[in-house]
């Protein structure tokens, strides 16, 4: 059996066990129940989540330019 991607990243650590006598009813009030705790942290840190997940995305060395084509580039030209 090959292993699971978490969206951690994590590779290794405990195992966490799921009970697989679960009704479908059981299963779906569990995944009803983590999107309502996702959606609760996401509404009290959006900004911080979003400037974590873009610092964990954009590599060092690609950066982000604060102005990729400077005023002084321009021509009064089209470029064609």
Same mark, same amino acid.
């Given at each position: 059996? !090959? &292993?699971?991607?978490? %969206?951690?990243?994590?590779?290794?650590?405990?195992? /966490?066990? *799921?009970?697989? @006598?679960?009704?479908? @009813?059981?299963?779906?009030?569990? #995944?009803?129940?983590?999107? =309502?705790?996702? @959606?609760? *942290?996401?509404?009290?840190? =959006?900004?911080?989540? /979003?400037?974590? *997940?873009?610092? =964990? !995305? #954009?590599? &060092?060395?690609?950066?982000?330019?604060?102005?990729?084509? %400077?005023?002084?580039?321009?021509?009064?030209?089209?470029? /064609?």
């Amino acid at each position: 059996m !090959r &292993p699971h991607h978490l %969206p951690s990243g994590l590779r290794g650590g405990l195992d /966490f066990l *799921i009970c697989a @006598d679960w009704t479908p @009813d059981q299963a779906l009030a569990i #995944v009803e129940l983590l999107d =309502d705790l996702r @959606d609760r *942290i996401w509404a009290h840190y =959006d900004l911080a989540l /979003f400037d974590l *997940i873009r610092d =964990d !995305r #954009v590599s &060092p060395r690609e950066g982000l330019s604060a102005d990729p084509c %400077p005023a002084h580039d321009w021509t009064d030209d089209p470029p /064609f």
